[in-house]
């Protein structure tokens, strides 16, 4: 049974809210770039798209298995990455082909 607090809001009618404990929850790791949290580096783990022009596209703009990738920015569908010292836009499309690694570098 948990640990509860209890609040009166109006004289014979009581609330009761439950002690939720945050430290057992593990952070939730990217699985794509779409996950990703802005301002953090990611390695890449690869490049799945059933397009093969998606394929071939990433490969042009240097995301290879075991690059690093910084997501700069979110605006709508836009994704603003930083790969290899250059900076490009792509769309979610592209973002959810790119799958990361578990561990952040």
């Known amino acids: 049974m948990t640990k509860q607090h209890v609040f ?3 004289p014979g ?9 945050h430290k057992d929850k593990q952070p939730r790791v990217a699985r794509d770039l779409s996950e990703a ?4 580096e990611y390695l890449i783990e690869g ?9 071939q596209f990433l490969f042009t703009l240097g995301c290879f298995q ?15 990455i930083a790969v290899k010292d250059a900076r490009y ?12 690694s578990a561990a952040t570098v």
């Open 8 to 10: 009166a809001v109006r």
């Open 13 to 21: 009618f009581s609330f009761r809210w439950p002690a939720f404990k």
């Open 37 to 40: 949290k802005v301002n953090r």
């Open 47 to 55: 490049v799945v798209s059933d397009d093969k022009q998606i394929v």
């Open 66 to 80: 075991g690059e690093t990738i910084t997501l700069i920015s979110v605006l709508s569908d836009n994704y603003t």
């Open 89 to 100: 836009s792509i769309d979610i499309d592209l973002a959810k082909a790119i799958k990361l």
